[in-house]
């Protein structure tokens, strides 16, 4: 499988989990340029890259804006949001709990 070859959902994202172990949760996610309106309010630690496209998140208020090649940690329970990401925005999050 490669994950270059998954188009982009019409609305949302598209989260493909790539493999789980323990307290361990790789995913591949595609957004599209239409992301519904949610805050995150995880009970894992997320770890996020983006591979293609850009993204703006909010973070407890705060703007983050990510391109190709940078990454970022979210703390559990670190409320946040997309919001707004290229069409076909390529990320690999990695989800942990302790």
Request: aromatic residues 6%.
């Amino acid at each position: 499988m490669n994950i270059f070859d998954t188009p982009p959902p019409s609305i949302g994202e598209i989260h493909e989990t790539l493999h789980k172990q323990n307290n361990i949760e790789i995913s591949h996610i595609v957004s599209s340029s239409k992301l519904p309106d949610i805050e995150y309010d995880q009970e894992k630690d997320e770890f996020a890259i983006i591979l293609e496209g850009t993204a703006r998140l909010e973070i407890e208020g705060r703007e983050v804006c990510l391109k190709k090649g940078e990454h970022i940690f979210i703390k559990a329970h670190t409320k946040h949001r997309v919001l707004t990401c290229n069409n076909g925005t390529r990320w690999l999050a990695v989800y942990m709990k302790n």
